[in-house]
């Protein structure tokens, strides 16, 4: 009777033991998602990613979407204000817009192809990104989003 009790109390320990580390995890992974959470949010406001849609997810198409953001890329070097402020940002590249589209649409030209090009500053959802030293957290980030056609090919993310 005695061996009965004590493996009982031994089981009853070991179980407390187990749901005190669960505990711990399940509060360590809620500390870690909120502070995720509030980098992305602190990124989110500090950033204009920027991205380009290819028409399809044809090997041409998406050989176009790279030549298309290499064009942009070195509009926005060459022109875009020398800033850290992502509000002067915004309203450079809003009041670009038709330059961005031109950039794009000259290559498309060159390249032999008719697609349309669109350029908007939207909202969209990034997944997790690492460039060097610095990953940014999947979520919601205002974005330079070039779209090639239809633009329903996959996507280049870049900051």
């Given at each position: 009777?005695?061996?009965?009790?004590?493996?009982?109390?031994?089981?009853?320990?070991l179980a407390l033991i187990l749901a005190g580390?669960?505990?711990?995890?399940?509060?360590?992974?809620?500390?870690?998602?909120?502070?995720?959470?509030?980098?992305?949010?602190?990124?989110?406001?500090?950033?204009?990613?920027?991205?380009?849609?290819?028409?399809?997810?044809?090997?041409?198409?998406?050989?176009?979407?790279?030549?298309?953001?290499?064009?942009?890329?070195?509009?926005?070097?060459?022109?875009?204000?020398?800033?850290?402020?992502?509000?002067?940002?915004?309203?450079?590249?809003?009041?670009?817009?038709?330059?961005?589209?031109?950039?794009?649409?000259?290559?498309?030209?060159?390249?032999?192809?008719?697609?349309?090009?669109?350029?908007?500053?939207?909202?969209?959802?990034?997944?997790?990104?690492?460039?060097?030293?610095?990953?940014?957290?999947?979520?919601?980030?205002?974005?330079?989003?070039?779209?090639?056609?239809?633009?329903?090919?996959?996507?280049?993310?870049?900051?």
């Amino acid at each position: 009777m005695k061996v009965i009790r004590y493996r009982q109390q031994i089981s009853i320990v070991l179980a407390l033991i187990l749901a005190g580390l669960l505990t711990g995890c399940v509060m360590r992974k809620e500390a870690l998602d909120e502070k995720v959470s509030k980098t992305q949010e602190h990124l989110a406001s500090e950033v204009l990613r920027f991205h380009v849609l290819a028409n399809s997810d044809s090997e041409e198409d998406q050989a176009l979407k790279m030549d298309v953001k290499a064009a942009v890329i070195a509009l926005l070097e060459e022109h875009m204000p020398d800033t850290d402020d992502v509000t002067e940002v915004k309203t450079w590249v809003q009041k670009n817009r038709q330059e961005i589209i031109a950039a794009a649409e000259q290559v498309i030209a060159e390249e032999g192809y008719d697609y349309g090009v669109d350029a908007q500053v939207t909202t969209c959802y990034f997944p997790d990104k690492t460039y060097g030293d610095v990953t940014f957290p999947a979520g919601d980030y205002e974005a330079l989003t070039v779209g090639v056609g239809e633009a329903k090919g996959r996507t280049w993310w870049c900051v």
